[in-house]
């Protein structure tokens, strides 16, 4: 393994701990201790991981960051009223976060100030995801909806009534196609005409999806199986035993050889396994596996040269142009009224008003 590859997994015991994965061949690789620490005062409930940087969100209302280059403690950020939902990095240079108070916050990594703040939902923010472009966002909360933000012009583009509440969206990797996961279910949406294309079902109520490539999803419930499905045609190419208990995350990277899975689960243990990309995909053998003997809840995979890149498909996504065009036809024809701010995450060349370093908390009028 060519590259420093390290797993960072948060806990209701309230620790992160990270592993350094070492490939001593192609089939067995060993995870190693790197460090422990007591991050919050509550249960972790939110990872992410940028070239530099890993943030940790939790119900204890805060975000602590850290300096993965330096092997250092960086901070705190202080804004949300409410457990920290979700947190997505878009490249290395801004940070989104959602909590239970609504909010979504963009934060900039230079000086870690919270930029714009926007009441996205009525009820919490349950899942966000930036366009890999970073010229749209979505999310969906406990009001039943999914929302666009055009983050080009910042204006909400459009809402729409979901009729359940959905607890996680993801975008693919080019682009081109975003899905929503309400209970055991993964609805399919094309970009171009904002439709439902399809949806799969999963025998369990879904607690995490990874996308291997830009068709292929990794598919975790509330059971010990992972299920891995072809978005194109809707169907299952395979499933495996990954844990005893539920596994609660699942994520990857890919090596030169092969792709890797990693799951973690409430058995304690995160686990490695090689997954070869084929036409005739086969359930992935076991690389390594290691026991932090806590209750995960959440995980990332850290590299330092960059965000962890799927492997392309034949097809293109759209290119930059293109999704601005989109985001600016659906704000004209279906924008909706809503009390939002300015988020514009792509240009940092005006002048802001100055957030004091690892505060932001909202302050109450007298």
């Not at 092997?71 to 490249?91: K, M, N, P, Q």
């Not at 990794?218 to 495996?240: H, N």
């Not at 009390?339 to 109450?364: C, F, L, N």
């Amino acid at each position: 393994m060519a590259n420093v590859v390290e797993i960072i997994a948060g806990s209701y015991e309230q620790i992160i701990f990270g592993y350094k994965l070492t490939g001593e061949s192609q089939s067995e690789w060993t995870a190693t201790a790197d460090f422990t620490h007591h991050a919050h005062t509550k249960s972790i409930s939110a990872v992410a991981a940028s070239e530099r940087f890993v943030v940790t969100g939790s119900k204890d209302e805060t975000i602590q960051l850290y300096d993965m280059v330096k092997g250092v403690e960086h901070g705190a950020l202080l804004h949300h009223d409410g457990t920290i939902t979700c947190l997505e990095f878009y490249g290395s240079s801004h940070l989104l976060s959602g909590g239970e108070d609504g909010l979504i916050c963009v934060w900039s990594t230079k000086k870690w100030e919270c930029l714009k703040s926007i009441k996205a939902h009525r009820g919490q923010v349950s899942s966000l995801s930036v366009h890999p472009s970073g010229k749209l966002a979505l999310s969906v909360g406990t009001d039943k909806t999914l929302r666009t933000w055009n983050l080009v012009d910042g204006r909400a583009a459009f809402i729409k009534n979901i009729k359940l509440n959905a607890q996680i969206v993801r975008w693919s990797p080019k682009g081109d196609r975003y899905v929503v996961v309400i209970d055991d279910k993964v609805d399919i949406y094309d970009l171009e005409t904002a439709s439902l294309t399809g949806s799969i079902i999963n025998p369990k109520r879904i607690s995490s999806i990874k996308f291997i490539t830009n068709s292929i999803l990794a598919i975790a419930g509330d059971e010990e199986k992972v299920r891995l499905c072809d978005m194109g045609t809707e169907t299952w190419l395979c499933e495996f035993t990954a844990h005893e208990t539920r596994v609660k995350a699942v994520d990857c990277f890919n090596t030169d050889e092969f792709c890797v899975l990693v799951t973690a689960s409430n058995d304690g243990f995160i686990k490695m396994w090689k997954l070869q990309i084929g036409e005739a995909l086969k359930p992935p053998t076991l690389l390594g596996e290691v026991n932090t003997t806590a209750r995960l809840t959440c995980l990332a995979v850290w590299r330092p040269e960059s965000i962890l890149e799927v492997k392309d498909d034949t097809e293109p996504g759209p290119t930059t142009s293109e999704v601005v065009e989109l985001a600016k036809e659906l704000t004209r024809t279906k924008r909706v009224r809503i009390a939002a701010e300015e988020v514009v995450i792509e240009d940092e060349s005006e002048p802001k008003r100055k957030v004091k370093r690892g505060t932001g908390r909202r302050q109450k009028k007298q």
